[in-house]
Structure formats: structure tokens, C-alpha cells
């Protein structure tokens, strides 16, 4: 059969088809409550049968196929994910997905979904499940592949860049009351634990209040390192020996307000500036208690001799392990060990479906769905909700509305962020008002192929040593800005160029270079001054790029700068007199250029050279429901929404247009703080 081009809007369904297919995918929609699959799995069961039945006689769009197994594969996030279809002469009649090296509990989970919605609709173009965006993408695919084999007909999916973004917010869920089964109760209720919600629990249970921790995933997680404060104990002890390492509060909340350009609210800062110190010291001597781990301040600022335009704050403090802690124990373990021995509730698996409020509008907790069997559950709290629920990083609805710039510049990597904004569309449900600047955290350290570009639908990998500050050239091989400062200063400068895109230039000095630059934060490759370990040392991050990389084709090794060129599918000529100006400016030590520090300018000149092409990882969305300064969620007029309480990143008010990343650790210790003081609050009520 020779082959014609069909694309998906070309592909119509027979009626009976197209009208299970809806039913079922229904079932697949919004991650705030996509465990309802659970409850509606035997109607979606029978709706496939009946699609079975109502399409056994009848191709769509006159496509036939010759019957057999095929097999296609397409790149997911973290793995080639295998698609398996069975086709008789006019229907697809099995399919069988393999997402088994996606991220366990995003893209891991959506093979089954995904393999019921393709069978019912008899086609490749079905929804993807929110937040498994880049899996499902994959999966469809790799399924449109399968369908062109077996029909001979190339059918290619529909293009979805230009189609107008949905309602990303939608109407709260309306559950009936003889569908909540199961009533529980509490007077703290912490909804996700993470890095906030962690502290808002431990500190609740110490105040003596019964806490109630609801989880959607199968197990919390561990919070985040880095974290920042000012004035901490640690902190003084470095300054004791290091003066030049005292962070001055009031210089702190002026540059903070300047990061965001004013789009911040300055009493909630303040709040991180002057309670942070509390929050550091508490929690060392909670992780300090056993000796398992110690926490060390990160007493790095840079190059004092040689400053550049933006200046650093030694902000950072970092649990690590001890010689004496034991195999497999984590800051989630000890937490959970810790919480346990107060009492504390998890109920996991578990996701919230939406805030249950009485007539006057207070909330008196939430309807859940349990992951088990689909039924829903009422949670009441006497004394408040803290929502700790996180951005909204994989719902890919909510970034194209509010921040299609970031998608433009990110690479998709298996670390980062799993929220899907679900807590955000609650809160707003509920009455909150949203930030009305949409900001993510973004390091510059995620590489594509050569071949690629930067963009959300491109995948990638981890590349650690893309944020230091050595030589960057557009796609045009051309030097376009200062490589030295905030990661995300970069990433925007890049966002200007041709595809979002740039390449990270090194050579065989990297290591003496990378030492020189004097890094601080995570990115920092080498032990701070005061011996605080890095959060990755060179020597692994270095074998990895030119081992593992060089071997993948992510990094192009090469013996010329015109090789290098070559590989990087950049113009040859522009870049090889793009590298000489530079390499004359290192030897001048004197940046006439861009105004990068003189420590920091340093030449390409040694072979072997290095090459990637790099974007954003993206790691979370940093804008979320307004609060105020007892971190009550508030409405629009500044009122505060009765028994419902919230910090990180389903927040707003603290970050605007970037992420200040030379104040180390500043939004752990913005979330911990908050939820440290928001847990005090409700605890006493």
C-alpha cells in the first residue's frame, strides 16, 4: 500500500467511537483529582468494549491496516518509551505501553491511561494526562508511528502549539455528599510534605497540636538543600573569623525588592529576614540531635578583590551526612521518625480534591480522593489547613497561559519539580487572588543534542557545569552577554537569542578555570573557604561531561575550534572569530565587551575543547496565592480567608520576574520560614 499523508483532524472516528472516547478520557482530566480513573475503571472498562463493538466494521477514514503486532519507541523524559499495538484489517485492538523509565510517580504511572484512551478512540491524538505532559507526548507518538506502519499511511498528530490555551483554572469539582465515605478528623491538617511541609508539621506537633499530613504521592519526600537565613548560628560563627561574610538585613530587603522590580510584597521579606535564623537553628538541633547529620554554612561570597555587577550572600546552610549516619537514612527518614514519635498522622496516595468550606466561606478542611480504590474522604481541621502543595511546574495548561516564555526556554530533565498547581487552583476556588507576575526558578544546566533546540518539548540531561561562567555563544556562534551572575540573567539574555539557545564552551583547563571562578551556591564545584562541602564536586561532574556526554552526543568533544564549530551545528567562521576576540580580551584581563570580572575571563585555547548546546532547567514555578504576614491565604481586597494558611511555592508575594539565586538557599528558607511560623499559629488556635 502506498503511503499518503493523513493528519489527525483527518482522522474521523465513527460516532460510537468518538463518543466512548470522550467518556473515557474524561476520566483522565486535572491531576487534582485524577484518581477518580480508580472509581470510573469499570465504566471505562465497558466504554472500551463498546467501542470495540462499535467500530468493528466500520476504519476510520477509510484506513485499513494489515493485521499484526508493531512496535514503535519515541523519547519520554527519562527513557525511550516503547509503544506495542495489535491492529486487525479495520480496528486497533490492544495496546501496550511501556513507561517504565519515566518518572515513577509522574510519567510512570500514565501507561495504563494512556493505552485505554488510544484503544477507545482509535486514534494516537487523545488527551495527555496533566502533568505527564512530556510522557504522554511520547506516547502519542510513538502510537502515531505504530498507526503508519500498519495502515501505510503516514498519520501525524495534530499541531498543538498554535491551539488557543483552555480554561486552566476551570470550576471546582462538585462532589455529592453520598460519594464521601470516609470522615476524618484533626485540628492541624498540612497538605503536602515537602520542604514546607515538613517544618509546618514537626513545628505544629511540637506546639501540642493533633496534625493530620495528607500526601497525594505513594511517600513524602525529602526537603531541599540550601538553606537560607540570616543571622543563624552557624552563620555567626563563620562571620567571627570571616567579617566580610555579615549579610546586612536592610541591604538584604532592598535587594530583594530589586530583584523582583517591586513586584514583591516587603513585610512578607522582612519576615524571612528577621525569623530565619529561628527556623536554621531549630533545625539543626533537630538534625544535629543523633549526630546522623550536621548542617554546615555555606561561607562563600567570591572574589572580593574583583567584585562583579552582582553580589553575593553567604545565606546558604546544607544538612550532610556524618561518618556516623546509618545506610539508606535520609532527612525524610529521620523527619518521619521524628513526626512518629509524636503522633503524627500521613495518610499518602492521597490527593486532594478541593477545600471544604461552611456558608460563610471559613475552610474546615478538604475533600480527598484515597488512591486505592477512588473513594472520597473528608478531612476536617479544627483548627486550620497549611497548604504546602507547590507550584505548578508540570501542568503545562497553567505555564502556557501564565508563562509561555519559560517553555520557550526550558529542557525537560527527570529532576525538578512534580506539581501540577493543583493546590493554587484550590486556594483560588476558594477565594485567594493569584500573583499577577508569573516567575519560575530556572539553572541554566540542562543540555539538548546539537540537533535541538531548547523548548518544553525537547528532552535532555542534567548538565551540572553549565551555569559557570566560561565562554557562551549564541546559534549563531557570537558572544552575546555577560556569562557572569544569576542564572537566570543568562537564561533571559538567551531567551533573546536565535532558539532560545546557547552553547557552553570549555577546554582542557576547565578545572583550574572552575576553581578560579570562585562559584558560590549550588553551583559552587569545590569546597567553600571554610571547608563546607559542595553539593557536587568537580571530578564527578567532569568525568560525566566528557565520558557519559561525549559518548551520547551532548557534548561534542574536538581537537579544533572548527571541529568544535562543526559539532555544534554553529557557523564556523563567526565562532572561531568570536573565540579570538575573547581569547584577547582574557589576555588584556579587561572584559571591553560584556564587563565579566577579570577573574573570570578566561581563554579557550587548550585543546581537547568541550561543547553543549544549553537551556533552562526549570526546577519550579514561584508565583502562587497572595498572603499575608501570619501567612494567611488572603482574598483580593486583603481579607483573609478564614482557616487556611499556606507557604512555598503555591505562594506569592516574595518573587518576581527571577529567582535572586545569589542569596543561597532563599527559597527553602522562605518556605521553611513561613511554614514554621504559619504552624505556630494554627497550632495555638
Known amino acids: 500500500m502506498g503511503k499518503q499523508e493523513i493528519t489527525r483532524r483527518d482522522f474521523i472516528k465513527g460516532i460510537a467511537a468518538g463518543a466512548v472516547s470522550f467518556a473515557a478520557l474524561g476520566a483522565l482530566q486535572g491531576v487534582d ?7 470510573l475503571e469499570a465504566s471505562a472498562n465497558a466504554a472500551a468494549e463498546a467501542a470495540a463493538e462499535a467500530v468493528a466494521n466500520a476504519a476510520p477514514s477509510g484506513l485499513t491496516f494489515t493485521p499484526g503486532t508493531y512496535e514503535a519507541s519515541a523519547r519520554g523524559i527519562g527513557s525511550d518509551v516503547k509503544v506495542t499495538m495489535t491492529f486487525d484489517e479495520t480496528m486497533i485492538t490492544d495496546v501496550q505501553i511501556d513507561v517504565s523509565g519515566e518518572t515513577p510517580d509522574i510519567g510512570g504511572k500514565v501507561g495504563d491511561q494512556m493505552a485505554q484512551a488510544i484503544l477507545s478512540a482509535q486514534s494516537a491524538d487523545v488527551d495527555a494526562v496533566s502533568g505527564a505532559t ?8 510513538a502510537a502515531a508511528d505504530c498507526i503508519s506502519q500498519a495502515s501505510g499511511t503516514t498519520v501525524t498528530l495534530a499541531a498543538e502549539d498554535d491551539a488557543p490555551v483552555g480554561d486552566w483554572l476551570g470550576a471546582a469539582p462538585e462532589i455529592p455528599e453520598d460519594q464521601i465515605t470516609e470522615t476524618l478528623d484533626t485540628e492541624v491538617l498540612v497538605v503536602g510534605c515537602g520542604t514546607g511541609g515538613w517544618i509546618a508539621t514537626m513545628t505544629a506537633a511540637e506546639e501540642g497540636a493533633k496534625v493530620l499530613v495528607l500526601e497525594k504521592r505513594e511517600d513524602t519526600t525529602n526537603i531541599r538543600h540550601d538553606i537560607g537565613a540570616i543571622g543563624s548560628k552557624k552563620q555567626l560563627e563563620s562571620i567571627a573569623t570571616n567579617p566580610e561574610l555579615e549579610i546586612d538585613k536592610m541591604e538584604a530587603l532592598q535587594e530583594i525588592v530589586r530583584y523582583g522590580a517591586g513586584y514583591v510584597d516587603s513585610d512578607l521579606v522582612k519576615v524571612w529576614i528577621n525569623e530565619s535564623a529561628e527556623l536554621v537553628d531549630w533545625l539543626t538541633g533537630i538534625l544535629e540531635k543523633d549526630g546522623y547529620f550536621r548542617v554546615d554554612h555555606e561561607a562563600g ?8 555587577r552582582d553580589k553575593a550572600y553567604a545565606s546558604g546552610h546544607s544538612p550532610n551526612n556524618t561518618d556516623t549516619t546509618p545506610e539508606g537514612m535520609d532527612t525524610q527518614k529521620y523527619f518521619r521518625q521524628y513526626c512518629d514519635s509524636m503522633g503524627v498522622q500521613f495518610r499518602c496516595s492521597c490527593p486532594m480534591v478541593k477545600l471544604d468550606q461552611d456558608e460563610s466561606g471559613k475552610v474546615t478542611g478538604v475533600i480527598a480522593q484515597d488512591a486505592t480504590d477512588g473513594h472520597y474522604v473528608r478531612v476536617n481541621a479544627s483548627k486550620g489547613v497549611i497548604m504546602c502543595t507547590g507550584g505548578y511546574a508540570t501542568n503545562t495548561d497553567m505555564m502556557k497561559a501564565l508563562q509561555p516564555m519559560t517553555l520557550d526556554m526550558k529542557i525537560n530533565l527527570t529532576a525538578g519539580s512534580t506539581c501540577d498547581g493543583s493546590g493554587i487552583k484550590a486556594m483560588l476556588w476558594a477565594g485567594a487572588v493569584m500573583d499577577p507576575i508569573h516567575t519560575s526558578m530556572m539553572f541554566n544546566r540542562a543540555s539538548c543534542l546539537p540537533s535541538e533546540q531548547a523548548g518544553y518539548k525537547t528532552n535532555g540531561k542534567m548538565y551540572w557545569i553549565g551555569e559557570q561562567p566560561f565562554l557562551k555563544v549564541n546559534l ?9 551572575g544569576p542564572y537566570e540573567f543568562m537564561l533571559h539574555s538567551m531567551l533573546m537569542q536565535p532558539g532560545h539557545t546557547y552553547c557552553h564552551i570549555l577546554d582542557s583547563n576547565t578545572k583550574q578555570y572552575a576553581e578560579q571562578m570562585d562559584e558560590v551556591g549550588c553551583c559552587r564545584l569545590f569546597p567553600f573557604p571554610n571547608g563546607a562541602p559542595s553539593n557536587r564536586d568537580f571530578d564527578g561532574v567532569w568525568d560525566q561531561v566528557t565520558g557519559q556526554f561525549v559518548d551520547e552526543g551532548y557534548v561534542i568533544k574536538a581537537d579544533t575550534l572548527e571541529e568544535l564549530a562543526e ?8 565562532f572561531v572569530e568570536t573565540v579570538k576576540r575573547y581569547n584577547e580580551l582574557c589576555a588584556k584581563g579587561v572584559d571591553e565587551d560584556y564587563g565579566k570580572e577579570a577573574h573570570r575571563m578566561t581563554p579557550v585555547d587548550t585543546p581537547p575543547f568541550y561543547g553543549a548546546r544549553v537551556g533552562a532547567w526549570h526546577l519550579t514555578t514561584m508565583d502562587g496565592c497572595h498572603i499575608n504576614t501570619d501567612m494567611q491565604v488572603i482574598r483580593e481586597d486583603g481579607t483573609p480567608i478564614e482557616g487556611l494558611w499556606a507557604t512555598g511555592d503555591c505562594t506569592g508575594g516574595f518573587f518576581a520576574n527571577n529567582y535572586p539565586n545569589l542569596f543561597t538557599g532563599l527559597a527553602c528558607g522562605r518556605t521553611m520560614t513561613f511554614g514554621r511560623h504559619a504552624a505556630k499559629i494554627v497550632a495555638k488556635r
Open 134 to 141: 512530556v510522557t504522554c507526548d511520547a506516547v502519542k507518538a
Open 301 to 308: 561570597v567570591g572574589n572580593l578583590a574583583d567584585p562583579g
Open 567 to 574: 559539532g555544534l551545528q554553529i557557523p564556523v567562521d563567526n
Open 33 to 39: 483529582h485524577v484518581l477518580e480513573n480508580k472509581k
Open 476 to 484: 549563531n556562534g557570537k558572544r552575546f552577554c555577560n556569562e557572569s
